[in-house]
């Protein structure tokens, strides 16, 4: 039989990124563009799982959580939501603060232990600051024992331009109503070719990072997120890495990133089509590649599907996320995952993947080992 030969790095452009990689040093952007290029997929896998085993050994977390959206009434224009309806349209929501209490009473009885709630929604145009800084605080006081992370960037500008107050002042009252930290959606693409091409009105890149800044500064933990498959090019994705490795040398409030792959249905960009497995992989690959001061790098299950997620964990993630049991946005752009996994099958997809489960709560205090 003849003798079968393994080469170890097939694309030679990867030889001296790897020995940066192994010998810790900081990748460029030069670099980055060129690990999104390589067709050497296994080489990527494998240098990403060689940093996350480095920062975190062979665990893989998840958390028992879910999410509620109070409304998905926007006065946003961005064209990739499917999610966002006017006042009046039909299928506008709005819950009440009773409803929400009701639905999370529901949600903890369905899911035991639960430990997070997920708060995010539409940019209602009737509701006042008083609305959005109530719904953390009934919240808070009706289940003191589960931590709010509620309320992305841009809703955050948007409450504070409600109450005419500063971002800082915002988040002090939210903080003092029973937030306990803000989750990373609203990051886009930061070029500002693409945020003028997709959602004009958004915040800037810049207020986006200055939000999270002031966050950490005031002593919340936040995620970072990218979503990434749909105009963008390569380089502004490795532009978006390296302004949020910028950001967390300032501040080290970032505790996960979540690259997002973008759902076409529904949405507003013209011949725009799902994402590839391969091109899900890369990204979560050149992610934990290039932030080398992030903790956890997520595969989100929800966008990317169970088994692509399971497969990410060889690829340079350490989060699966949770069980999650409600979620409208991705579901409203075409999602094929579902809205609902069982903390049992979290484990098992986990430990299918050559990993330890951690069940962790929202700061990353560990829950308990599965060993």
């Known amino acids: 039989m003849e003798e079968v030969t393994v080469p170890l790095i097939r694309d030679p452009e990867l030889i001296p990124i790897a020995d940066k990689v192994l010998s810790g040093e900081r990748l460029s952007f030069e670099e980055g563009v060129k690990l999104f290029r390589t067709n050497d997929l296994l080489t990527l896998g494998m240098l990403a799982n060689a940093v996350a085993e480095k920062k975190n050994g062979n665990f893989a977390y998840f958390n028992v959580n879910v999410h509620i959206t109070p409304t998905n009434i926007c006065v946003g224009t961005c064209k990739f939501c499917a999610f966002k309806k006017k006042k009046g349209e039909e299928g506008a929501y709005e819950l009440t603060v009773e409803e929400i209490l009701r639905k999370l009473s529901v949600y903890r009885e369905r899911n035991p232990g639960l430990t997070e709630v997920h708060i995010v929604g539409g940019l209602h145009p009737d509701w006042e600051y008083e609305d959005f800084i109530n719904i953390v605080k009934q919240v808070k006081a009706n289940f003191p024992e589960i931590h709010v992370k509620a309320y992305t960037a841009e809703e955050i500008k948007y409450i504070a331009e409600k109450g005419g107050k500063s ?51 005031l002593g919340l933990k936040s995620n970072a997120t990218m979503l990434f498959g749909h105009v963008e090019s390569l380089e502004e994705r490795v532009d978006h890495l390296i302004r949020l490795r910028e950001a967390q040398d300032e501040t080290g409030g970032f505790q996960t990133f979540i690259p997002l792959a973008f759902h076409p249905v529904n949405t507003e960009i013209p011949g725009a089509s799902f994402t590839t497995g391969v091109d899900e992989l890369k990204t979560i690959a050149v992610s934990r590649l290039m932030l080398d001061n992030f903790p956890h790098i997520k595969a989100y299950w929800i966008m990317l599907g169970e088994k692509v997620a399971q497969i990410a964990l060889q690829f340079g993630a350490d989060d699966i996320d949770g069980t999650v049991v409600e979620e409208d946005i991705t579901q409203a752009a075409g999602a094929r995952a579902g809205q609902f996994i069982p903390k049992d099958r979290l484990i098992k997809l986990i430990r299918e993947a050559g990993k330890i489960p951690v069940e962790r709560d929202t700061l990353y205090n560990i829950v308990k080992i599965y060993q």
């Open 167 to 217: 971002v800082e002042e915002t988040l002090m009252d939210l903080i003092e109503a029973g937030l306990g930290s803000i989750p990373g959606g609203g990051g886009e693409i930061f070029s500002t070719r693409v945020r003028q091409k997709l959602c004009p009105d958004k915040i800037t890149a810049e207020e986006y990072l200055e939000i999270h800044k002031t966050a950490h500064r």
